[in-house]
């Protein structure tokens, strides 16, 4: 369906191409997952399947690259438009009108497709990705789950044969992830679309694909094959993986299912060895939280936008050293609360104390030494045109000596030169520089929103070492997160928000465990034991038996 | 175990007599005929929503029918019925809001109206003096401006009666916006001038986005420490706002391009040169036509060159239609309930223009000598017609859930 003849790509402005030896097919009606980390070319390499590269970016591509016979260095993309649909990582950006319905059918109208073939197509899809009750709302209204299904659904209706996906579930929480993999899965299965599709979270699609591309590193020939055999080579591998690495199974299991058949042996090696909840020494004994000082409480917090309570009668306090996970679907309060602890949100009812400041009515400077945020885009909060200037700035702001964000900047981001554009930047290397800009008030209490987006394992890897250092040096550390890896490695405490309200709070262990929806594979596969993340089983494999006794 | 027969008919729970008429979800009305429940308006939805159209065309008529009186009266009544007719038939869409801020601009503009001609005077002779103001002294050069001096209650008068005017169009203008979906306006273009429809469409979506890019920046520059008010908060955020928007738009331009966007159908030369002449004709002479209109000269020729004008224009947008392979997915039909709705703007425009034969001290009451403007009966229930979509338009559904992501 698609083939790939000795395709390289090289952008205007860089040294050496970003892709190289591309030299494949995807056959037709298979799901083809692409792996690789940030900066291989995942995206360039799709945008070549749609004609967007080089059409539309620029850049010089060399070999061929044809879509069901048709040559993309002759059409354009508007002309590939009929057989190739194409949903980005960023819903709200692919949408052209403002209802469900009009978004249905607008490749239809350029595509000149007759009135009432429109019209049954447009019933069709909204049956088939169970869009029917929200044919008539505004695109803005919806959830991330709805929103990414109606992306889908919009390329749908042309009736592609291939539909290229970049990172369609990262922004998602599991269950809306969960949503826009079981539609993949019947397009797939039932409708013999052609799926290419890049996502760094392996640990929700893997088990789907029928077949890993795998891009080892920038430039690099790539690798093609069975799951199980690449995920023995990918260099981005999901826990369920990297427990079977751990365990030695061949073949490698890709599913939760596929490990506990396996799974039995390692449950009884691991049955007498110290279960972490008993005092491993990553986790901290519960005792120590609620002996010292809060540096934040929140009292009967009430939140409205508008008439709807977006967040009701919280209460709650965290510890300084403690590390705690906050979770929860889409639109459950969590971006609320953190902005209520940095008085971006002011309540309609309750206190909120930080540090013995109400956020919201504190001077700014001075609050930023009790409390700082990341958010979601950390884009935000950088506003300079190199990083020396924008170090400088956080420097002048926090009323800290000069070159101390500097200093956290070369810790936590080695590497990065000082005349370095933060655009350049990547997604990973962004989130260091506003976490050092935040750091440089050395505020008690850090707030991440959705820190994990967008980052590949290694990055991922990277943050959770810089905010267990942080944990360790008395810093409360609270994440708003959808990822169950990143909790589960991290944190100490989980708080699950559904509604605007707590209706979950206590030692991850216990929290996550009992969920299905919030219960990292590890545990999954190692239930009823409670085991949280590889590193765990690993140190507990390492010590001899007698040793845990 | 014995079924129960399939056939037999469905006895009624609590035993009366089989309902004869299909039940219907409404309030029962015993007084209500059934030709009476057919004619009532329904519940919108996509099927019989109103042409936006319509809304435009009986707004046009309002504001056409304002522009013949200086009646305060009159004019509060035009106000009255567009208003009734917005808080009956709009809908919970951000448009919709917009009603409020158009009633605003005009106070707004009555008020700037009566302010300079308190302060810079008036051409109105007047013997009511109100009171008197020191009269700036100028240079001869300036002669026929004054500043300051005398001020009538003739004059104040009379620029109240004219800033009414002016607001009551505003006003007018502002319950079509209300009521008319801008994007569903903007698809019923001709095909040829579709391209232009989606870049204002596009824009509209992009104002609101820019708008709310400004507000989460300024709030995030509370986490860097600053304060989020002020001059210096707007000019730094400047840039990075502009980098996000103009991110944003090329985004959508890839997605457009991806989805198909300017795919075009080949046509010959001679059919395009074709339509750039009929067009820029037409358009040619629709404009000399309107100017020959307002301007009291060309009474003969005025109307034949509008419409000469007008068809040449539309042929030319058809002909230039053939150029775009699109088609429409359920454009919004001009039924019957549209034409009544545009037929009721048009008949007040109408009766009005009428009206300035039969009545014209009525509708232009006079300021020299002061007089109390009176209600004329016939004008005042022409302009009641109006209303008429208030009853017959489709009612927009209750707010359904509007919950705001977070």
Same mark, same amino acid.
């Given at each position: 369906?698609?083939?790939?003849?000795?395709?390289?790509?090289?952008?205007?402005?860089?040294?050496?191409?970003?892709?190289?030896?591309?030299?494949?097919?995807?056959?037709?009606?298979?799901?083809?997952?692409?792996?690789?980390?940030?900066?291989?070319?995942?995206?360039?390499?799709?945008?070549?399947?749609?004609?967007?590269?080089?059409?539309?970016?620029?850049?010089?591509?060399?070999?061929?690259?044809?879509?069901?016979?048709?040559?993309?260095?002759?059409?354009?993309?508007?002309?590939?438009?009929?057989?190739?649909?194409?949903?980005?990582?960023?819903?709200?950006?692919?949408?052209?009108?403002?209802?469900?319905?009009?978004?249905?059918?607008?490749?239809?109208?350029?595509?000149?497709?007759?009135?009432?073939?429109?019209?049954?197509?447009?019933?069709?899809?909204?049956?088939?990705?169970?869009?029917?009750?929200?044919?008539?709302?505004?695109?803005?209204?919806? %959830?991330? @789950? +709805?929103?990414?299904? $109606? #992306?889908?659904? !919009?390329? /749908? *209706?042309?009736?592609?044969?291939?539909?290229?996906?970049?990172?369609?579930?990262?922004?998602?929480?599991?269950?809306?992830?969960?949503?826009?993999?079981?539609?993949?899965?019947?397009?797939?299965?039932?409708?013999?679309?052609?799926?290419?599709?890049?996502?760094?979270?392996?640990?929700?699609?893997?088990?789907?694909?029928?077949?890993?591309?795998?891009?080892?590193?920038?430039?690099?020939?790539?690798?093609?094959?069975?799951?199980?055999?690449?995920?023995?080579?990918?260099?981005?591998?999901?826990?369920?993986?990297?427990?079977?690495?751990?365990?030695?199974?061949?073949?490698?299991?890709?599913?939760?299912?596929?490990?506990?058949?396996?799974?039995?042996?390692?449950?009884?090696?691991?049955?007498?060895?110290?279960?972490?909840?008993?005092?491993?020494?990553?986790?901290?004994?519960?005792? %120590?939280? @609620? +002996?010292?000082?809060? $540096? #934040?409480?929140? !009292?009967? /917090? *009430?939140?409205?936008?508008?008439?709807?309570?977006?967040?009701?009668?919280?209460?709650?306090?965290?510890?300084?050293?403690?590390?705690?996970?906050?979770?929860?679907?889409?639109?459950?309060?969590?971006?609320?609360?953190?902005?209520?602890?940095?008085?971006?949100?002011?309540?309609?009812?309750?206190?909120?104390?930080?540090?013995?400041?109400?956020?919201?009515?504190?001077?700014?400077?001075?609050?930023?030494?009790?409390?700082?945020?990341?958010?979601?885009?950390?884009?935000?909060?950088?506003?300079?045109?190199?990083?020396?200037?924008?170090?400088?700035?956080?420097?002048?702001?926090?009323?800290?000596?000069?070159?101390?964000?500097?200093?956290?900047?070369?810790?936590?981001?080695?590497?990065?030169?000082?005349?370095?554009?933060?655009?350049?930047?990547?997604?990973?290397?962004?989130?260091?520089?506003?976490?050092?800009?935040?750091?440089?008030?050395?505020?008690?209490? /850090?707030?991440?929103?959705?820190?994990?987006?967008?980052?590949?394992?290694?990055?991922?890897?990277?943050?959770?070492?810089?905010?267990?250092?942080?944990?360790?040096?008395?810093?409360?550390?609270?994440?708003?997160?959808?990822?169950?890896?990143?909790?589960?490695?991290?944190?100490?405490?989980?708080?699950?928000?559904?509604?605007?309200?707590?209706?979950?709070?206590?030692?991850?262990?216990?929290?996550?465990?009992?969920?299905?929806?919030?219960?990292?594979?590890?545990?999954?596969?190692?239930?009823?034991?409670?085991?949280?993340?590889?590193?765990?089983?690993?140190?507990?494999?390492?010590?001899?038996?007698?040793?845990?006794? | 175990?014995?079924?129960?027969?399939?056939?037999?008919?469905?006895?009624?729970?609590?035993?009366?007599?089989?309902?004869?008429?299909?039940?219907?979800?409404?309030?029962?009305?015993?007084?209500?005929?059934?030709?009476?429940?057919?004619?009532?308006?329904?519940?919108?939805?996509?099927?019989?929503?109103?042409?936006?159209?319509?809304?435009?065309?009986?707004?046009?008529?309002?504001?056409?029918?304002?522009?013949?009186?200086?009646?305060?009266?009159?004019?509060?009544?035009?106000?009255?019925?567009?208003?009734?007719?917005?808080?009956?038939?709009?809908?919970?869409?951000?448009?919709?809001?917009?009603?409020?801020?158009?009633?605003?601009?005009?106070?707004?503009v009555i008020a700037v109206r009566v302010l300079f001609s308190v302060a810079?005077?008036s051409?109105?002779?007047?013997?009511?003096?109100?009171?008197?103001?020191?009269?700036?002294?100028?240079?001869?050069?300036?002669?026929?401006?004054?500043?300051?001096?005398?001020?009538?209650?003739?004059q104040v008068v009379f620029a109240l009666y004219d800033g009414a005017?002016?607001?009551?169009?505003?006003?007018?203008?502002?319950?079509?916006?209300?009521?008319?979906?801008?994007?569903?306006?903007?698809?019923?273009?001709?095909?040829?001038?579709?391209?232009?429809?989606?870049?204002?469409?596009?824009?509209?979506?992009?104002?609101?986005?820019?708008?709310?890019?400004?507000?989460?920046?300024?709030?995030?520059?509370?986490?860097?420490?600053?304060?989020?008010?002020?001059?210096?908060?707007?000019?730094?955020?400047?840039?990075?706002?502009?980098?996000?928007?103009?991110?944003?738009?090329?985004?959508?331009?890839?997605?457009?391009?991806?989805?198909?966007?300017?795919?075009?159908?080949?046509?010959?030369?001679?059919?395009?040169?074709?339509?750039?002449?009929?067009?820029?004709?037409?358009?040619?002479?629709?404009?000399?036509?309107?100017?020959?209109?307002?301007?009291?000269?060309?009474?003969?020729?005025?109307?034949?060159?509008?419409?000469?004008?007008?068809?040449?224009?539309?042929?030319?947008?058809?002909?230039?239609?053939?150029?775009?392979?699109?088609?429409?997915?359920?454009?919004?039909?001009?039924?019957?309930?549209?034409?009544?709705?545009?037929?009721?703007?048009?008949?007040?425009?109408?009766?009005?223009?009428?009206?300035?034969?039969?009545?014209?001290?009525?509708?232009?009451?006079?300021?020299?000598?002061?007089?109390?403007?009176?209600?004329?009966?016939?004008?005042?229930?022409?302009?009641?017609?109006?209303?008429?979509?208030?009853?017959?338009?489709?009612?927009?559904?209750?707010?359904?859930?509007?919950?705001?992501?977070?």
């Amino acid at each position: 369906m698609i083939r790939f003849e000795k395709v390289s790509v090289t952008y205007a402005d860089a040294g050496r191409p970003t892709l190289q030896h591309i030299d494949l097919t995807v056959p037709e009606g298979e799901l083809v997952l692409l792996v690789g980390e940030s900066g291989v070319g995942k995206s360039t390499l799709l945008g070549t399947v749609c004609g967007l590269v080089p059409h539309f970016t620029g850049g010089t591509l060399r070999g061929r690259v044809t879509v069901d016979g048709r040559d993309t260095r002759t059409h354009k993309p508007r002309e590939l438009a009929d057989l190739v649909g194409t949903v980005g990582q960023d819903p709200l950006a692919h949408f052209v009108t403002d209802t469900v319905e009009d978004e249905l059918a607008y490749g239809m109208e350029s595509l000149g497709i007759a009135p009432d073939v429109m019209r049954r197509r447009v019933e069709e899809t909204l049956d088939l990705l169970g869009l029917a009750e929200l044919r008539d709302r505004p695109i803005a209204t919806l %959830s991330g @789950g +709805q929103q990414q299904r $109606v #992306a889908i659904g !919009s390329v /749908l *209706t042309t009736h592609p044969k291939v539909l290229v996906l970049d990172e369609p579930t990262s922004a998602l929480d599991p269950a809306a992830a969960e949503e826009v993999l079981a539609v993949l899965q019947r397009l797939v299965h039932d409708l013999g679309t052609t799926v290419l599709m890049a996502e760094h979270r392996l640990e929700r699609v893997v088990q789907y694909a029928d077949q890993v591309l795998v891009l080892p590193a920038p430039g690099e020939a790539p690798l093609m094959g069975a799951p199980a055999e690449m995920m023995t080579r990918s260099p981005v591998y999901p826990p369920v993986v990297g427990l079977g690495r751990l365990a030695g199974w061949s073949p490698l299991p890709l599913s939760v299912r596929d490990a506990r058949r396996r799974a039995a042996s390692l449950r009884e090696r691991l049955a007498d060895r110290s279960a972490p909840l008993s005092g491993s020494a990553e986790r901290k004994p519960d005792a %120590s939280r @609620g +002996q010292r000082d809060p $540096v #934040a409480t929140l !009292s009967k /917090l *009430t939140v409205r936008r508008g008439r709807a309570e977006t967040l009701r009668g919280i209460d709650l306090a965290f510890s300084p050293g403690e590390t705690v996970a906050l979770m929860g679907r889409n639109g459950a309060g969590k971006s609320t609360l953190l902005g209520t602890l940095v008085g971006m949100v002011a309540p309609a009812s309750g206190t909120v104390v930080v540090g013995g400041l109400t956020p919201r009515r504190a001077a700014p400077a001075e609050l930023i030494r009790q409390v700082g945020l990341v958010p979601q885009e950390p884009r935000d909060l950088l506003y300079a045109d190199t990083v020396a200037a924008e170090c400088a700035a956080a420097d002048a702001d926090a009323d800290a000596a000069p070159g101390s964000c500097r200093a956290l900047v070369s810790e936590l981001l080695p590497g990065v030169a000082d005349e370095t554009h933060p655009r350049d930047l990547s997604e990973g290397q962004r989130l260091a520089l506003a976490l050092a800009i935040v750091l440089t008030g050395r505020p008690p209490l /850090l707030l991440l929103d959705e820190p994990t987006r967008g980052l590949d394992y290694a990055a991922k890897a990277r943050l959770a070492t810089i905010l267990k250092g942080l944990a360790a040096d008395g810093h409360a550390v609270v994440l708003a997160t959808h990822d169950v890896e990143l909790a589960a490695d991290l944190a100490d405490r989980v708080l699950i928000m559904a509604d605007g309200e707590i209706v979950a709070d206590g030692p991850t262990a216990e929290v996550v465990v009992s969920s299905p929806a919030f219960a990292p594979q590890v545990t999954k596969v190692l239930a009823p034991q409670h085991w949280l993340t590889v590193s765990e089983v690993e140190r507990a494999l390492a010590q001899r038996p007698q040793d845990s006794l | 175990m014995s079924q129960p027969p399939v056939d037999r008919p469905h006895p009624r729970l609590d035993g009366g007599a089989p309902i004869a008429e299909p039940a219907e979800p409404t309030v029962p009305d015993p007084s209500a005929g059934t030709w009476w429940r057919a004619l009532r308006a329904p519940e919108a939805d996509r099927r019989n929503a109103l042409h936006p159209g319509a809304w435009w065309l009986w707004a046009l008529g309002l504001a056409t029918a304002a522009s013949r009186t200086t009646n305060p009266l009159l004019l509060g009544l035009l106000v009255a019925v567009a208003g009734y007719v917005v808080a009956a038939r709009r809908t919970d869409a951000p448009w919709a809001r917009s009603y409020a801020a158009f009633v605003k601009l005009g106070l707004f503009v009555i008020a700037v109206r009566v302010l300079f001609s308190v302060a810079l005077g008036s051409p109105i002779p007047g013997t009511h003096t109100l009171l008197l103001l020191p009269e700036v002294p100028l240079p001869d050069w300036a002669r026929g401006i004054r500043v300051g001096g005398r001020i009538t209650a003739e004059q104040v008068v009379f620029a109240l009666y004219d800033g009414a005017k002016l607001a009551t169009l505003l006003i007018c203008v502002g319950a079509a916006n209300a009521l008319a979906n801008p994007a569903r306006l903007l698809k019923s273009l001709p095909g040829a001038l579709y391209e232009v429809g989606v870049a204002v469409v596009v824009a509209m979506t992009f104002a609101p986005n820019l708008v709310a890019d400004i507000a989460r920046l300024r709030t995030a520059r509370r986490l860097r420490g600053r304060r989020t008010g002020g001059i210096g908060a707007i000019a730094q955020i400047g840039l990075p706002v502009l980098e996000g928007a103009l991110e944003r738009s090329i985004a959508i331009a890839a997605s457009m391009d991806a989805r198909g966007y300017g795919r075009s159908a080949q046509v010959p030369p001679a059919v395009r040169h074709t339509t750039t002449a009929l067009t820029l004709g037409g358009l040619l002479g629709v404009c000399a036509g309107s100017y020959a209109l307002l301007t009291a000269e060309g009474g003969s020729y005025a109307l034949p060159l509008l419409f000469i004008g007008l068809i040449t224009a539309v042929a030319g947008l058809r002909l230039g239609g053939r150029r775009s392979v699109r088609t429409r997915y359920r454009p919004d039909r001009f039924g019957p309930r549209s034409w009544c709705v545009a037929g009721s703007g048009a008949a007040v425009a109408v009766l009005m223009i009428w009206a300035g034969g039969y009545a014209p001290d009525a509708l232009h009451p006079s300021v020299v000598p002061l007089v109390v403007p009176a209600l004329p009966l016939w004008p005042a229930l022409s302009i009641l017609i109006g209303l008429l979509p208030a009853f017959i338009a489709p009612v927009p559904p209750l707010s359904q859930s509007t919950k705001e992501s977070a």
